[in-house]
């Protein structure tokens, strides 16, 4: 058998992602300067060599860390309220703001 590259399973905003080393991932904002250090405790599931942990719910002791790579923009939403017959309109926009980070190393317990 051939090297699996290890990747763990993170809950994180309200979503679960998947994440290898190396990945680069878009969490919701936080002020964290760019270069600073994220750490995810809430880690799912590993895979590795040994085979595929799973936590119930989370496992001890694991964590991902990664690097800020800055702030990013999301795509523009346009959000468009109507009332017929009202002669009323609104048009305004929406940009959701990003941390950009860069998955370092997954440690497993």
């Known amino acids: 058998m051939g090297q699996v590259t290890m990747y763990a399973i993170i809950k994180e905003d309200g979503r679960q992602l998947r994440v290898e080393e190396g990945q680069e991932i878009n969490v919701d904002f936080r ?4 270069g600073g250090e994220l ?5 799912l599931a590993v895979s590795g060599n ?5 936590g119930r719910p989370t496992i001890d002791g694991a964590s991902v860390t990664a690097e800020v790579l800055g702030v990013q923009l999301g795509d ?4 468009q309220k109507f009332r ?3 002669n009323s309109r609104r048009k305004t926009g929406h ?5 950009r980070a860069r998955v370092n190393k997954i440690q497993a317990s």
């Open 39 to 43: 750490k995810f405790d809430n880690v």
């Open 50 to 54: 040994e085979g595929v942990t799973i």
């Open 76 to 79: 523009k939403m346009v959000v």
């Open 84 to 86: 017929r017959r009202k």
């Open 95 to 99: 940009r959701q703001m990003f941390t």
């Open 31 to 34: 002020d964290i300067p760019k």
